[in-house]
């Protein structure tokens, strides 16, 4: 198959025939119709990831069709569409047994335990417990980014959020998490406050739904802007970036009693950012994490994509080649996105 392989950390990848990957007992192979290209593919990329080992094939966030199934698979799953958590659980562990695979003790990741989407097939093990099928009516485009960051989003709004309408959201980070996060807290009923560096990203997120916009490049102090514009905090705000000024902008943009969610990963030598945890203990602050989506959740998310009120088709904002990922996933080193909302790779027909 091809794929896009890099054998050192930071070094340009290159389009690349590598073996195919054969079924694991209890899993299948997946033919890869769109994968989208992440953020947590760049930290991968870059080394901050100890999980990553040489050489490697990223890629987490993907929709597909199975064309392979292992001994013991159970479902007939091949010929089926499907997607899969970027956090995929063993089954046996004790957050498996009780419905927490997305924090499995023996998890495995693609893209960062073993080889991952960007490339024409990838391997996913314990496809009773991971795979989840697609409505025909859900293009592949679309249901790539429901692997990582729109089902992530979902999760950290909806389910450690616990959002409700009338509730003022800060989202501080418009990338395709942030702007998932925007979307589904629209459609909660909530008033949502985006925050960002990037006026393109800030007016997707205002075509979204969003109420208001702070643009970070216009002021000095982000949790002031926030905190004008919702007259005393939000009762929920996210990083959903991943660097020590919008985790710690994210905790001072809250009202008491309101909901810090950590949902950006910070790189390995600023995971220890400055929270001003007076703030936290005087206006009793709550500080969560939250980590990818269980396959479980989806028919409820898929649900609300179905029924018109959630969208993820409306972050696709640009669709490659594959082997045009690796230009575009070095792009990533400019902080500041030119085109925002999500990128989808489409590896069926590599050029090389």
């Known amino acids: 198959m091809k794929a896009i392989v890099y054998e050192e950390f930071g070094q340009h990848p290159a389009l690349r025939s590598v073996p195919d990957p054969a079924p694991a007992p209890g899993g299948v192979v997946i033919e890869v119709d769109a994968t989208g290209l992440c953020r947590s593919d760049w930290h991968a990329w870059r080394g901050h990831d100890p999980d990553v080992k040489l050489p490697h094939v990223g890629g987490h966030e993907f929709a597909g069709t199975v064309v392979a199934a292992g001994s013991g698979s159970g479902l007939p ?13 063993c089954g046996t562990c004790t957050q498996c047994i009780t419905g927490n695979q997305q924090v499995c003790e023996r998890q495995t990741q693609p893209g960062f335990s073993h080889w991952g989407s960007f490339a024409q097939y990838v391997a996913i093990d314990n496809a009773e417990g991971n795979l989840v099928p697609l ?3 859900l293009k592949s485009p679309a249901a790539a980014a429901l692997g990582c960051r729109f089902g992530t989003a979902y999760r950290a709004v909806v389910r450690q959020g616990r959002v409700t309408a009338g509730e003022w959201v800060a989202v501080h980070g418009c990338g395709g998490t942030g702007l998932s996060a925007v979307m589904v807290a629209v459609a909660c009923g909530a008033r949502v406050v985006a925050v960002d560096i990037s006026a393109a990203a800030l007016k997707v997120a205002s075509d979204l739904g969003a109420e208001a916009t702070v643009d970070v490049s216009d002021v000095e102090d982000a949790a002031s802007g926030v905190l004008e514009i919702t007259r005393g905090g939000a009762d929920l705000s996210l990083d959903c970036l991943g660097d020590p000024r919008t985790c710690c902008a994210s905790v001072r ?3 008491r009693r309101g909901r810090h969610v950590q949902v ?3 790189p390995p030598d600023e995971q220890s950012p400055r929270i001003p945890m007076d703030r936290v203990v005087a206006h009793e602050l709550e500080l969560l994490g939250s980590h990818g989506i269980q396959a479980h959740e989806y028919p409820a998310l898929l649900g609300l994509v179905e029924s018109g009120v959630l969208h993820p088709e409306l972050l696709v904002r640009r669709t490659i080649d594959l082997d045009e990922a690796p230009a575009a996933l070095m792009e990533m080193d400019i902080p500041v996105p030119a085109t925002p909302g999500v990128t989808v790779v489409k590896p069926e027909s590599p050029k090389s």
């Open 77 to 89: 799953w091949v010929g089926r569409r499907v997607t899969v958590p970027f956090v995929c659980g």
């Open 264 to 266: 950006g990963l910070l």
């Open 135 to 137: 409505p025909d009516s």
């Open 253 to 255: 943009s809250l009202r």
